[in-house]
């Protein structure tokens, strides 16, 4: 359950943490979808400023791609540090009201599983 006090990130990040280091899931390959894309570059738009939510952000320019990098690195690291068997993080960046694009990833996500 999500608590309502937490950084949705910290939170995200926490779950992530479960997953990786859970004993049914050390031998499988992961696939992380970084959703609602679309939500951040609106509210970019809107003036909002990462460093006011995520003190860690510090001087990263608050641009998309870099945010977006910066908290693909944190999962990233969450996943090198409870991936004992050298299992990939398959990582997408998805806006699934975009159903197109969605489409096309949950395409390519189901090829690579087979
Ligand atoms: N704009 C936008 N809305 C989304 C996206 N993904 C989910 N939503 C909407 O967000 C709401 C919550 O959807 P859920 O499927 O519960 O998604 P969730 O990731 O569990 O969402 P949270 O409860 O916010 O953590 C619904 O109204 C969805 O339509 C997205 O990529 N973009």
Redesign the pocket.
Known sequence: K?DPWMN?IDDSLQLFMQICSNALLKNVHLVLFL?????LKVKLNTGLKVWKYITSFGDWSNDYETIVQYFHAHFLQVHRRNNENCQVLYTHF????DTKATQHIIGNTRDSIL
């Open positions: 999500e949705r959703n609602k894309t679309d939500l998805t806006s699934v009201v």
